[in-house]
């Protein structure tokens, strides 16, 4: 299982929880199993051509990941960010 941290602006998916942990070898396979128990929450992250939306940023660790084909392994954690906006 891979720890995947969730900003607040996609709480409302996971009923308040920010810390969530999902299967998978890749980034893709990791938003599915999300999806999977958090219905629609994908669709936020990744648009209709599997890119990640202009406002969310990834994560492996510390690193920015641009691919949701890019591998995870033991030990790896999974940060979304969201873009903060305003006037």
Do not use: N
Request: hydrophobic share 45%; net charge negative; no cysteine.
């Amino acid at each position: 299982m891979i720890p995947v941290w969730v900003p607040s602006q996609l709480h409302a998916y996971t009923g308040g929880v920010s810390r969530l942990e999902a299967a998978g070898a890749t980034i893709d396979e990791v938003l599915g199993d999300l999806d999977r128990q958090f219905p629609g929450i994908r669709f936020r992250i990744i648009d209709e051509q599997d890119r990640i939306r202009p406002h969310i940023r990834l994560f492996v660790g510390k690193t920015a990941a641009r691919d949701i084909a890019a591998p995870l392994h033991r030990g790896d954690e999974l940060l979304i960010f969201g873009a903060l906006s305003g006037g």
